[in-house]
């Protein structure tokens, strides 16, 4: 069973818990790192924690959520061992995948609709990293991390 370890602001809670709700009735097992309302909330934690979940093995995937998608993807990426994305179109969620094998996926609450926002869950969680040339780009990022 795959198991998503997810984490939100406010602003990104409503979406949140709809994909959640859906992920559920799918199959995937679920870790809510939270927030638990549409109470103004710093993200930091929350993500940082759904990144946690990703490297230390206990979810295969994270999904981070806030108005922008843009800081909760920055928490993310400061676990070492994450390797989240921005992706607020279809594109950039396959790219995610295919080119960076990133394992957390940020997305604006307020930036795409709800149904967007499935498709794009959908197509990350879906499409497998090509490896090849691009695993010798993901082995230059991780190596950065050496240096933090």
Known sequence: MTTIAF???H???ELKQHLIERLRTQGYDIVDHGTDSTESVDYVGFCAAAARSVR????DFGIVL???G???QLAANKVRGAR???CNCLYTARMARQHNDANVLSIGARVVGVGLAEEIVDLFLTTPFEAGRHARRVEQITALEADF
């Open 56 to 59: 230390d093995g206990d979810a």
């Open 66 to 68: 806030g108005g922008s």
């Open 70 to 72: 843009q800081g909760e």
């Open 7 to 9: 984490g939100s602001d």
């Open 11 to 13: 602003a990104g809670f």
């Open 84 to 86: 989240a994305a921005l």
